[in-house]
């Protein structure tokens, strides 16, 4: 077994995400909540609120996933990008991405 990193490498995604609707902290993080707990429990992956803590109506999620090659980070981003589109009312401003 090597130990150059050969087979494992973490595929690293954050999401900006603008929510004009959330008028309190409160509601953010009901908002962030719920998405992180969707995005854990159907990837498998770590999730958390990563930036912007005390701004109603930004949500930085940020997302990591250890997987055994590069090409499965990439499928990986791309349906976790998909998912975030499609389960979330807020607009995406950016999202980027990233393998380790």
Not at 81 to 92: G, K, L, P, Y
């Amino acid at each position: 077994m090597k130990n150059n990193g050969e087979y494992m490498k973490i595929a690293v995604m954050t999401f900006r995400l603008h929510a004009p609707w959330v008028h309190s902290l409160k509601e953010k993080r009901m908002i962030v909540k719920s998405m992180v707990a969707k995005l854990q429990n159907k990837f498998h992956v770590s999730a958390a609120e990563v930036d912007e803590q005390d701004t109603h109506q930004i949500l930085v999620i940020g997302v990591a996933g250890i997987v055994s090659h590069n090409a499965l980070a990439d499928s990986l981003m791309d349906e976790i990008s998909r998912f975030v589109e499609d389960n979330t009312e807020a607009e995406i401003l950016n999202e980027m991405r990233e393998i380790r």
